[in-house]
């Protein structure tokens, strides 16, 4: 019995193969860059929860009330969780040397999409740990000073912070759009 062959289908195969139209090198000097870019984000990071843990352990150590105990040691829990989660999840990979083309460009792709991950999902790693210690803050302003006059300057520094939360929110939003940009153009090489 003779195979009846598809016409179409053997168009697709006799079709001739491109190769990647990007070099070993470029993509390793790409990964290098992204590697320091997020090294050094990361180092930021490390060294603002440093200032803002110390901060913090100040007036842990100098306030005298349970609330105001609880609000910062909430707020050192949440930067030391925020850091161990940026290590964890958020650390620079190097692309290893001597691999072909094909592979340095997929381990790339790889740390992209893990980066992109990161960044989009800021609220559940960085953001949210935050959120009971302004919680516990603001009861424990709101008990301290009973007077609705008062809650003026309360109501005034919650909206700051949401406004500050919306704002990380959304640079971590634009920098997943970036990443993504990047995957796009290393998908379209291959």
Known sequence: MMEVENPVQKIWQDQRVEGIKMSAEIIHKRAAKFERRIMWRNVREYVASLIATALFGYFFVTVHDVLSRVTFGLFIGAMLWIVVQLHRKGSATSLPRGVDTLTSLRLYRGELERQRAVVRNVW?????????????????????????????????????????????????????RCLQRMIDELNAVE
């Open 124 to 176: 559940s790693w960085y953001l949210a740990p935050l959120v009971p210690g302004f919680v516990v803050y603001t009861i424990g302003y709101a008990i301290k000073f009973q007077r609705p006059a008062a809650w003026a300057g309360l109501v005034l520094m919650d909206a700051i912070v949401a406004g500050m939360f919306f704002v990380i929110w959304k640079m971590n939003m634009r920098a997943a």
